[in-house]
């Protein structure tokens, strides 16, 4: 992988990146969030910041996922403490994009909606979303 300039170069056409240095994070409601990130930030700052973005009190059931783009069935959990540096520059991370997405659904999905309606809605938006991808 090339470093200084011809990196950011390389990296500009990440689907991962917005710009250089910039994580693009696709949401269920088809919105992009992006997020400017040095060589220390990690998944969790990422999710953290998203929870206040979207006045999300229940964070605890979201991830950040890597989504292969021409095998939409294949997706790579991220660990919080992975650092999005490392995680735009590994290899083949241009066929990828990152998603915010409910991985740890609540026991009782009823529970979710008293403790947290914001958090049950992104639930159902990426359930129906989901179905209505499937049946195509």
């Known amino acids: 992988m090339p470093e200084g300039p011809a990196a950011a170069f390389v990296l ?3 689907s991962l990146l917005f710009m250089p ?3 693009k994070v ?3 409601n088809g919105q992009t969030k992006a997020f ?3 060589r220390t930030t990690t998944v969790k700052d990422i999710l953290l910041t998203l929870q206040e973005k979207l006045s999300i009190r229940s964070i605890a059931h979201f991830a950040l996922v890597l989504e292969e783009q021409y095998n939409l069935a294949k997706i790579h959990l991220l660990h919080e403490e992975e650092l999005i540096a490392q995680v735009v520059q590994k290899r083949d991370s241009h066929d990828y ?3 915010f997405r409910v991985c740890f659904v609540p026991k009782d999905p009823l529970d979710l909606l008293q403790e947290d309606p914001v958090a049950f809605e992104y639930l159902y938006l ?3 979303l989901g ?3 499937c049946s195509c």
């Open 12 to 14: 500009q056409g990440s």
């Open 21 to 23: 240095n910039v994580l």
């Open 26 to 28: 696709y949401l269920e």
């Open 36 to 38: 400017r990130f040095e």
């Open 97 to 99: 994009r990152c998603l």
């Open 126 to 128: 990426q359930v129906t």
């Open 131 to 133: 179905l209505v991808l």
